[in-house]
């Protein structure tokens, strides 16, 4: 169930709700979120926490003996169902932002400078 509060929406937290927003039934785990968001695990685990704290993602353990895996177990993430409307409102605004600062600042949005 997510409970009432944003986080900040820092690019940052943006690629990491993105990269959980590409097949919101498919779960992910840390590092497969560090890869497609392109960040280091030092920037996404935080942002993961708090927006777990949140209740905008849900996770689980895998339930994998880490021995026999020979790795450590993995953390899931999803975007928790009840928030999934937060999400992509908090989506839809970052991608406003971006497109208000490339008309602003083209050549901080990648147009002509």
Do not use: F
């Amino acid at each position: 169930m997510a409970r009432s509060g944003k986080p900040r929406m820092t690019l940052p937290t943006l690629l990491v709700l993105r990269a959980l927003m590409t097949d919101p039934s498919r779960e992910l785990y840390g590092l497969q979120i560090c890869a497609e968001a392109g960040l280091p695990s030092g920037t996404v685990h935080p942002i993961l926490a708090r927006l777990e704290g949140l209740g905008w993602l849900s996770s689980r353990w895998e339930a994998v003996d880490a021995r026999e895996e020979g790795r450590p177990r993995r953390r899931y993430y999803r975007v928790d169902p009840a928030a999934m409307g937060l999400v992509q409102a908090a989506l839809l605004r970052g991608q406003a932002s971006v497109e208000g600062i490339g008309r602003l600042r083209p050549n901080l949005a990648g147009g002509a400078s």
